[in-house]
């Protein structure tokens, strides 16, 4: 379902356009590259006073993170394209490599908070890394089928208690789970 029209006229300001791509790589670790792109639809000036053309990147920030099998991140690189403070805002980026030996599914939210949060990292590198964990997941997704379809994977699929529709009582485990659905038949 899409969103409904908007009831009033409006006029395009600005775009943020977020992608993250996963790569199984030839050593059995994953890459997972995150690019964040910011645009506004409107000229402007910046502080030195050169115009700032409607359509241009205001930020073009990459983060790609190599993770193992346990979702343990082993490498991180940021990297700055397009910044409006330019070097300042880039001299954060080796300080993500301090992600490495953070793991995606145990607390890495949190974590990236506590040690990117305010002044001690870049707001945009650090909510771009917020998607990681969902990513990272997604792209393991067609490994943990095939494990599941072949009977060598026993235990209860992660994603059920994940969200409102994946219940164990629910009516998506009754029908798609039904070894793990726990409400009444």
């Given at each position: ?22 790569f ?9 590259e ?17 115009l ?8 073009l ?44 599914l ?5 974590a ?52 409102h ?7 998506v ?13």
């Amino acid at each position: 379902m899409s969103l409904p029209p908007p009831d009033i006229a409006r006029k395009h300001m600005h775009t943020r356009t977020v992608r993250v791509e996963a790569f199984e790589r030839e050593d059995g670790q994953w890459d997972l590259e995150a690019e964040l792109v910011d645009v506004k639809s409107y000229d402007f000036s910046k502080h030195s006073g050169d115009l700032h053309p409607a359509g241009s990147p205001v930020h073009l920030m990459q983060l790609r993170v190599t993770i193992d099998d346990e979702f343990t991140i082993t490498a991180a690189v940021a990297a700055y394209d397009v910044a409006p403070y330019k070097q300042y805002c880039a001299a954060i980026a080796p300080d993500y490599q301090e992600l490495v030996g953070m793991n995606l599914l145990r607390g890495f939210r949190n974590a990236v908070k506590e040690r990117f949060g305010r002044t001690a990292g870049c707001t945009h590198m650090t909510e771009l890394s917020s998607l990681l964990p969902t990513v990272a997941i997604q792209s393991r997704a067609g490994r943990a089928r095939k494990q599941r379809d072949e009977g060598l994977e026993n235990k209860r699929p992660f994603q059920l208690e994940g969200c409102h529709a994946l219940r164990l009582d629910g009516e998506v485990a009754k029908e798609f789970y039904p070894k793990w659905y726990t409400g009444r038949s």
